[in-house]
């Protein structure tokens, strides 16, 4: 069967789909072994934030099941929601928002994808490219381009700290501003993998080359403000009219649902709502009503401030802790910075380290993390960093706490082995 160069690239697994699949693969089939996956992007499970859902859709089916779950309804999103979401965000930011301004989709990525092939792609005069400003940043981006060579990362400067067991990134507005047929900026932040969160000065810099550019700026805020706020540095999302601003309820406590939405200028809104009508009719409307029900009645700002934010800054203590006493001394392993997210973003300087050896030697032993490569896009050929790309690996701090023990534990284990030369990585060129 012969596909189309979209079909060919929407049908192929990424490198970190790849992973996924292997992880998915060899947890499923193998028995009697206990795998410690320190890979995974679930969020954690947090009684208090399933039976607040749980409450809310029995809330829903009872108050809405016919007209939401029996019937089709506006691709736009279901009117209670929309106004919600309106009033929400004026009386939180005071947007002056309108319900035209608002799109409910089925996943915030959807509303991503929708965005690249609206915005992104051959047009009459030219052809034009997804950028993110920074790299690395969420591996699924690079699928939200139907054609290869699609999209361009733009690689940070690095900067190291703290006696050199804490580095950073840094933008290259320069680098980002000199680039050429962009079509749309799209950036996730706290960002995943790195959980760097872009300052107020940094995403006003983002809007300056997004207006140059005369093209969106869309801002992915799965893990920001309001909602689900994992982090000790995430400022309020800033209202402007060349940034598309989009919300999931995944990171939340919902990742199951697939429930998202978009906050823009009409001009951007508006495609977005004819793709959905042309494509996937609307969102799925049941959770749509319980999204509804959380925020008319405060319960989401509760949850957030209650559980879901202390929950996670104290996960992220507690793992820093593990990987600072397991992690071997004489190694030149180093945190990113932990603003926000989910994860922890280590990267082992070192010329004998390679990010796909360690998931191999890793995966012998029962642990999955994932390599660092996948992030960037194009790591074989970094002209800034190196080897870099190839010298990262993501861990979560979403696992239970003894799996977390256990698995950060061979991890260290693992890197002391190799730096020993008992299993010794060949450096790629």
């Known amino acids: 069967m012969e596909l189309s160069r979209a079909g060919n690239k929407m049908a192929s697994l990424s490198g970190l789909r790849g992973i996924m699949e292997d992880i998915a693969t060899s947890m499923g089939t193998s028995t009697g072994r206990q795998w410690l996956n320190l890979g995974i992007g679930n969020p954690a499970a947090i009684p208090e934030v399933g039976n607040v859902w749980k409450r809310m859709t029995i809330r829903a089916l009872d108050d809405s099941f016919e007209d939401t779950s029996c019937r089709y309804g506006p691709s736009r ?65 690079q699928g939200l381009n139907m054609t290869p060579g699609g999209i361009v990362g733009v690689e940070p400067l690095l900067r190291i700290q703290d006696a050199g067991r804490s580095f950073g990134y840094l933008f290259d507005l320069p680098a980002i501003e000199r680039q050429r047929d962009v079509g749309l900026m799209l950036l996730s932040s706290p960002s995943n993998p790195a959980g760097r969160c872009a300052t107020p000065d940094e995403i006003g810099s ?43 309820l995944s990171k939340a406590g919902l990742p199951g649902e697939r429930l998202g939405f978009a906050i823009a200028d009409e001009r951007y809104i508006d495609p977005i709502v004819s793709f959905l009508a042309n494509s996937t009719l609307h969102a799925p409307q049941l959770v749509q009503s319980a999204l509804a029900l959380a925020l008319k009645s405060d319960v989401l700002d509760t949850l957030v401030e209650t559980a879901i934010s202390p929950f996670y800054a104290h996960r992220r203590k507690f793992v820093e802790s593990l990987l600072f006493q397991s992690l071997p001394e004489g190694v030149a392993w180093r945190l990113h910075v932990g603003e926000g997210g989910m994860f922890f973003w280590v990267w082992v300087d070192e010329d004998w380290f390679d990010d796909l050896t360690l998931y191999q030697k890793l995966k012998e032993r029962g642990v999955f993390v994932v390599p660092g490569r996948h992030f960037f896009t194009d790591p074989e050929n970094s002209t800034g960093l190196g080897r870099h790309p190839r010298q990262c690996f993501r861990v979560s701090i979403t696992p239970d706490a003894a799996t977390l023990v256990a698995g950060v534990e061979v991890i260290g284990q693992t890197l002391s082995d190799l730096h020993a030369g008992r299993t010794r990585v060949p450096a790629n060129p």
Do not use: K
């Open 77 to 141: 999103g279901l009117p209670r929601l929309i106004d919600a979401i309106v009033e929400y965000f004026n009386d939180r930011y005071d947007w002056g928002i309108g319900p035209r301004n608002v799109v409910v989709g089925p996943g915030s990525q959807m509303l991503c994808f929708i965005a690249a092939a609206l915005f992104t792609g051959s047009g009459d005069e030219r052809d034009s490219t997804i950028v993110l400003p920074m790299v690395p940043d969420y591996t699924g981006y």
């Open 206 to 248: 983002l809007i300056a080359a997004a207006e140059a550019h005369d093209v969106p700026l869309v801002i992915d805020n799965a893990y920001g403000a309001p909602f689900p706020r994992i982090g000790n540095a995430i400022t309020a999302p800033v209202r402007h009219d060349h940034v598309v601003h989009c919300f999931s």
